[in-house]
């Protein structure tokens, strides 16, 4: 005879025969998750999203550049310095942690996702699937952790209008833009929130996502940028930066400042901690990388937040000498952690800050890199990728009016993708609804945000014109 649950009524077939599974939801209650987020209006208004508060103990701009250099290799500081100084909207992508600062004044509904913490307009771009075919997502997660999803879009949203303003793009221009990412981030949650879980997973396929999101403006140019990446692969990279070393295969080639071999012993560290990295991957993978042995390490400056922090590119090459890259990259912890205290999110401690980075990543991307790992060089945590896995981008700073439109409306879909990965749609459909004014309040704390940002980065070019800060430009 049956088990009979307490209650069930016997063996009847019916759901109250089967226990709640640990990993797996409970069965529906009264109450459905969209009635929950649109609840949470009562207690923040999505009007309230406009608001640019003022935070206490805030830095001024240079010292909050100073501080974010702590830990960073001390020689490349001003490389990082130099291109932050660039333009208000490079700022804005070196100031990751300042912007964490202010927002810990700003509203949040208190629903979690895992977000990515830096989901500037620049962070998002096409690379590679296993099979070659390119994918358009989310690209870094160096910041990543679990927190307000509400974070991650005002700071695309301030991207943007900044990106606009470097273009030469109208006010009014900047603003839309930043207004329509919302407004695609608002109705993808809504798609997503109606369609079946599966499928919801799986949405918005890569070829799909410019009509979805209405940016035929913008083709064109995917179209040159997906064929740029199409090349920028591992070969490529290893035909310009190596050259035939004398005891056989090939070894990398000094370009300073951005790259620079490094000594025996320093080598030797990177290459052993590739042992522990493989104990990452799925075994799957262990067998193709068995078919490649390490060459030569050198060390590569990257990025524009991340300058400063260790990062090398590993040369393997196969039994016919083709080459693949690996960058084993600094994970260092991520910025967001001591302001989202503030806002009601607690951060447990981190095992690795390699493997955040990473276990972040695969929660946000449909498609990530087949080889993403992490490991430990000489007790820093670093995770490791394909170096040039047919990476490519959109420069959001050089894009016409229409074109940034339609960038900030794809990019908002995606991010939408992205967090409703970790967080119920239905949720944060409830919340946003059907109506403009989510879309409208966080444009005008775009533009807010933006013009404090201009500020911030004009005080960083007087601490560089008066000597108070060093800074390497055009590097």
């Known amino acids: 005879m049956d088990e009979q649950y307490e209650g069930s009524g016997g063996a009847t077939g019916g759901p109250e025969r089967i226990p709640v599974v640990a990993g797996f939801g409970a069965r529906a209650a009264q109450g459905s998750p969209r009635a929950q987020g649109k609840a949470l209006r009562e207690r923040v208004p999505r009007s309230s999203h406009a608001e640019l508060l003022p935070v206490a103990d805030r830095p001024d701009a240079v010292r909050a550049v100073e501080e974010s250099n702590r830990g960073r290799v001390p020689e490349l500081t001003p490389i990082r310095v130099g291109r932050m ?17 202010d927002l810990e004044g700003a509203p949040v509904t208190g629903v979690g996702a895992q977000i990515c913490g830096d989901a500037h307009a620049a962070n998002f771009g096409l690379y590679g699937d296993a099979r070659g075919s390119l994918v358009i997502d989310l690209n870094d997660f160096d910041e990543t952790v679990y927190g307000p999803w509400e ?103 000094d370009a300073l400042p951005v790259l620079r071999r490094v000594g025996d012993a320093e080598a030797a560290a990177v290459a052993a901690s590739l042992g522990p990295y493989l104990e990452t991957l799925g075994p799957d993978r262990l067998p193709l990388l068995a078919r490649y042995a390490i060459h030569d390490v050198a060390f590569r400056v990257v990025g524009t937040g991340s300058v400063g922090t260790r990062s090398y590119v590993v040369l393997l ?37 390699g493997h955040r980075v990473v276990a972040g990543q695969k929660r946000m991307q449909v498609v990530s890199d087949m080889l993403l790992g992490w490991t430990t060089v000489e007790g820093r945590p670093y995770q490791v990728r394909q170096f040039r896995n047919r990476k490519g981008s959109v420069d959001p700073a ?18 939408a993708r992205a967090h409703a990965h970790s967080a119920d749609p239905r949720v944060i459909a409830g919340y946003c609804g059907k109506n403009d004014e989510l879309d409208e309040a966080i444009g005008t704390f775009a533009v807010a945000y933006a013009d404090r940002t201009e500020a911030d980065h004009a005080d960083l070019v007087t601490a560089i014109r008066t000597g108070r800060t060093a800074a390497e430009e055009g590097v």
């Open 151 to 253: 974070w991650d879009l005002k700071r695309l949203a301030a991207s943007l209008v900044l990106a606009g303003r470097v273009a030469g793009a109208g006010e009014d221009s900047c603003r839309a833009a930043a207004v329509d990412a919302v407004g695609a981030y608002r109705r993808t949650m809504r798609l997503l929130a109606k369609l079946p879980a599966l499928d919801a997973w799986n949405a918005i396929a890569d070829e799909e996502l410019v009509s979805h999101t209405d940016a035929r403006d913008l083709l064109g140019t995917l179209e040159r940028v997906a064929e740029k990446a199409r090349n920028n692969t591992s070969a490529r990279f290893a035909a310009k930066a190596t050259e035939p070393a004398p005891e056989g295969g090939r070894r990398f080639v």
């Open 317 to 353: 090459l196969d039994h016919r000498g083709e080459p693949l890259v690996l960058q084993v990259k600094e994970a260092r912890p991520s910025v967001l952690i001591p302001h989202l205290r503030a806002v009601g999110f607690e951060t447990g401690p981190v095992d690795h800050e």
């Open 398 to 415: 050089a894009l016409t009016a229409d074109q940034l439109d339609d960038y900030g409306r794809m990019t908002g879909a995606l991010l």
């Open 85 to 101: 100084a660039a333009s208000p909207f490079a700022f804005l992508r070196g100031a990751a942690g300042l912007m964490a600062h």
